[in-house]
C-alpha cells in the first residue's frame, strides 16, 4: 500500500491548476491559466504565447472519463490544430498522449510534466518513432507559478 495519490485519478492535474508565466528558448514567452469549469469536472487550459514564430493562443478541455475511466485532453488552437489526447502515466505522474501517423509511418507524441514543484515545472511536447523506445524533445516550455 502507498500513500502516493493515484497520478491518473481524479486529483492528478491539481498540480496544474493556476495562473503561469511560461519561458521556452531565447524568447519564447506567454501565459497559461488552468482553472476547474463545469461543477470542477473539466480541467480548463487557456494558453497565450509569443515567440519566434509569432502568436499561438490555444485552448484545452481535460476530463476524467465517468468515475473510474480515462483522463483524456482536447486541444484546439490559432492554428487550426486540434489534438485528442489520452491519459497514461509516465513515470509516477499523469501525462497525456497522441498516436498519430507522418509520412506513413506511426508516431506517438505526448506531453510530460517533470521537475514538479508548487511553485515550478518543465513542461515537454515529445514524440517516439519507435513506439516509445526513445523520445525526442520537440518543444519544452518552463512554468513559474505567478
Do not use: C
Amino acid at each position: 500500500m502507498t500513500d502516493r495519490p493515484d497520478p491518473l485519478g481524479p486529483d492528478g492535474l491539481d498540480f496544474w491548476l493556476g495562473v503561469w508565466d511560461l519561458k521556452w528558448g531565447e524568447s519564447g514567452r506567454g501565459t497559461n491559466t488552468i482553472d476547474r469549469a463545469v461543477g470542477g469536472r473539466v480541467i480548463r487550459e487557456t494558453f497565450e504565447g509569443h515567440g519566434p514564430r509569432g502568436v499561438l493562443h490555444g485552448f484545452s478541455v481535460s476530463i476524467r472519463t465517468g468515475e473510474s475511466g480515462p483522463w483524456r485532453q482536447t486541444w484546439v488552437d490559432s492554428t487550426g490544430g486540434y489534438i485528442d489526447l489520452l491519459g497514461v502515466e509516465v513515470d509516477g505522474r499523469i501525462s497525456f498522449q497522441h498516436l498519430t501517423e507522418e509520412d506513413g509511418r506511426p508516431v506517438t507524441q505526448r506531453m510530460v510534466w517533470l521537475d514538479v514543484t508548487p511553485d515550478a515545472f518543465r513542461w515537454e511536447w515529445q514524440r517516439s518513432v519507435d513506439d516509445g523506445a526513445t523520445w525526442s524533445v520537440e518543444w519544452a516550455v518552463d512554468y513559474q507559478r505567478r
